[in-house]
């Protein structure tokens, strides 16, 4: 049993033992127990997330979340320009005894599940199709030949590679045929199996959007990568920054940048291919809420227009459900055969009747005509989070909103958004900060530039009066954050 | 585009491309052009299938199936001793153009696709209960709660852990709970996962059966394990041979032995467990086969003998059907949750939809009436295939039979393994040589002891009526390969 021992600052001392339980929990545990026992006085500064992670050797969300946690119990403090403190009164808290549970907070009202819950990703689930995706397997039962109830083909079922394909050049101007497509288990997997390809193939850099995605760079150092942080901007991934890095290749959200919600501009679009050329590199299309758009025409997928130097990821977990748990990566031939082989050896394939009944779906027109419908549903709620975040925080203080299922609502300068999180965390409503997207570096010292404080909404699964009551919560939020600051500049009023 | 040239012999040049398409066609098509061209003329030797895997950096698997094409399609020939020499005849032969086809044979009639496949390791499709999985399905999705539709909790959907480890307890003899258990989309999964999360514990060895599993060394050092062998008697794994390895980890398949079919014997299980205390050791148990047994009761599980030393993995690939694609691991505590984070990273889960629809199929009884069903159809081929070995090879040839789904028939000492598979596959009829399940070495030096010819029939998917034809002409092939050699008296009259 490895028990590793982490010394972050002059009275912490956490010990975490790998095969014990969520890495998460024990750290939290162990903090509570800290300032429960005075060993953590009221008034001592933690150290920085960016900086306990590294010594503990966990991912920085992990500490992130800590220290949500602990700020939305009360047990400590976080002060703008000062970090994260032991709070004045921590002592005779109570201990929630159930991870995940939020507990009573000294400070606010006692603290519910989350009644609304702007968690970025999650799609509509009320509305999954799930009759028509019964019947679908149902037919699938039916229609499937025998000798495909075997292990599958590892690149996955011709016929579900012939419909996504098709689909992709339809709907997303894409250009990649059935020989092109590697079904597998959606993005996440989709992405290991392209990354661990492009470190046999020799490229050991790739550059991340920051901020970004969670996790990413997790997984790319998992597969032999060094990740290194390219910075976004209003036209998205900055390109200039990218030749900088040495990468040959990179990873980005060119539709609607998560979490910043911009589309990668058309001069950036020509901009990257062209890198891609100078480097022999690659560029990994996250085609993440591409259906998804309100205010102008559909933009097509990079894969559409540089198939040479394009791995383009897409699944149904957005489009249908994450349980449906399908997806399809398309790549150039030079990299298909690898990802095939690295698919085949960590998994073998897909569940062969559910890669049926998708393909029946999408060609009956019934995959269509769900869009079409959470398409109007997401309009709607988007709508209702325009207006709502306009009436309680002013005008111009959401971005992102001509696509997809979230935004991003910049708080004034100088407010916490963990202390924002945190508040609204005790009044029911689960919401992230931008801080959670940033990258993190391998080495501590590569301190990213701050960004403006800003709360990333997920709206998806939220409906209209939740997302109006939720944005009321915020609101209520910010204002005593920042009355707390004794800056009630800070925020306009509601 | 990594290109790499090996010279494997006096004038063989292959250059792969890992970017271009199946490395086995690849050297499939080099080798047919250069034995066209002369560039290898008529009884010059190839290169050994371990040096040549070597040379190019591929399985030795890959290799194998290349020289098992070649022979069947006339271009080489294999001399008992003497190894594969190019044969005497091969200008003008057609060549085949899809992969995997069998081209015409310049010796033999021309070859059909096979009509008798004794691959090992396919159920029997024909019985698949697709209508109950189809309901189960419905019901899934009229029953599963609307948030199991979002991302799952990465162990798996808490239901089917309560029900698979209830099973595991019930017909396995295990003792694992829910918490135990992680839903993998199948074995191999559950392996990757699983020997990831070793690495991580700091254990650097792995031990696997000899004769084994295909593609387990590769998956093991993929891990970034060394990966060594141990040989296999007639009680199974030889756990005196293990101890000499200094390896922390074991991988066997106790109920069952791929590809011999003999049960690990009472002692060794004993001593097995001793080793892994004595070592603080894993011991991973491929729970093939265990479901179906003919002549004694059923051996249960080494996980219920000793749950803190074993990883017990399993899936319904072979009760079901692969294309359901599901598994689970039951690890101990220490191990759980790095194999949970490892699943996390690696591709967040599996269908929430078909683990709830797995769960209500087992709880249902269905799964088990499935199983008594197709317990009855194993039995009756497993019948057949022994009167039939009985008939054409004489006594005693056929081992492994008292459970399972496939068996070991003895060759005569002396016959070439090789090529009475190409042989039967010009016939119609295709079969694996023990050879096949040898293990690749990382290190050329270290040859295998060899073992006795034999051939691997998987029975699963094979009726009764083409067992009895598969037989004979297996039979043939053998009479066909001894005279060859001018040895009648290899084998013994059918």
Excluded at 88 to 116: F, M, N, Q
Excluded at 411 to 419: F, K, N, Q, Y
Aim: aromatic share 4%.
């Amino acid at each position: 049993m490895t028990v590793e021992w982490a010394r972050g600052g002059p009275d912490l001392l956490v010990a975490l033992d790998r095969g014990a339980g969520p890495l998460g929990i024990q750290i939290q545990d162990q903090l509570r127990a800290a300032i429960r026992d005075r060993r953590l006085g009221a008034g001592e500064r933690l150290p920085s997330t960016r900086r306990l992670a590294e010594l503990l050797g966990v991912s920085r969300g992990t500490v992130v979340d800590v220290y949500e946690q602990l700020l939305a119990e009360g047990y400590v403090e976080s002060v703008v320009g000062s970090g994260t403190r032991v709070a004045a009164t921590p002592a005779g808290l109570p201990v929630p005894h159930a991870p995940g549970v939020v507990a009573a907070s000294p400070v606010s009202s006692p603290s519910l599940p989350a009644e609304v819950d702007f968690e970025y990703g999650i799609p509509e689930l009320g509305s999954v199709p799930l009759t028509d995706w019964s019947r679908a397997v149902s037919e699938a039962t039916r229609s499937l030949p025998t000798a495909e109830l075997a292990d599958e083909d590892p690149a996955g079922s011709r016929h579900l590679r012939e419909v996504v394909t098709a689909y992709h050049r339809r709907v997303r101007s894409g250009c990649a045929a059935a020989q092109d497509a590697v079904v597998v288990s959606g993005f996440r997997q989709g992405l290991a199996l392209a990354l661990a390809t492009l470190a046999q193939h020799g490229i050991q850099r790739i550059a991340l959007e920051d901020p970004g995605p969670r996790d990413h760079d997790v997984i790319a150092r998992r597969a032999g990568l060094d990740a290194v942080p390219v910075p976004v901007d209003d036209h998205g991934l900055d390109v200039g920054r990218l030749r900088e890095t040495g990468a040959r290749a990179v990873l980005l959200t060119p539709a609607h940048q998560c979490p910043t919600g911009v589309a990668l501009g058309p001069s950036r679009r020509r901009d990257l291919v062209a890198w891609a050329d100078e480097v022999d590199g690659v560029i990994l299309e996250d085609d993440y809420d591409a259906e998804f758009r309100y205010d102008r025409q559909p933009v097509g997928s990079l894969q559409g227009l540089a198939p040479a130097r394009v791995i383009a990821l897409g699944s149904v977990s957005k489009t249908l459900a994450p349980a449906i748990r399908l997806g399809w990566v398309l790549a150039p031939p030079r990299y298909a055969a690898g990802i095939v082989e690295e698919k085949r050896l960590s998994c073998r394939g897909a569940p062969g009747l559910d890669q049926e009944a998708l393909a029946l779906l999408m060609e009956s027109g019934r995959f269509d005509r769900h869009l079409r419908r959470v398409r109007e549903i997401y309009r709607a709620r988007r709508d209702v989070l325009a207006a709502e975040a306009e009436a309680a925080f002013g005008p111009g203080r959401l971005h992102g909103l001509a696509a997809g299922c979230h935004a991003l609502l910049r708080l004034a300068d100088g407010a916490s958004e963990r202390a924002v999180v945190a508040t609204a965390a005790t009044m029911g409503v689960r919401v992230n900060g931008l801080g959670r997207y940033r990258f993190a570096a391998a080495d501590a010292e590569a301190e990213p530039d701050p960004l403006p404080p800003a709360l990333v909404l997920g709206f998806g699964n939220v409906s209209e009066h939740q997302i109006s009551r939720g944005i009321r919560v915020l609101a209520t939020a910010v204002r005593r954050q920042t009355r707390t600051l004794g800056d009630d500049n800070a925020t306009p009023p509601p």
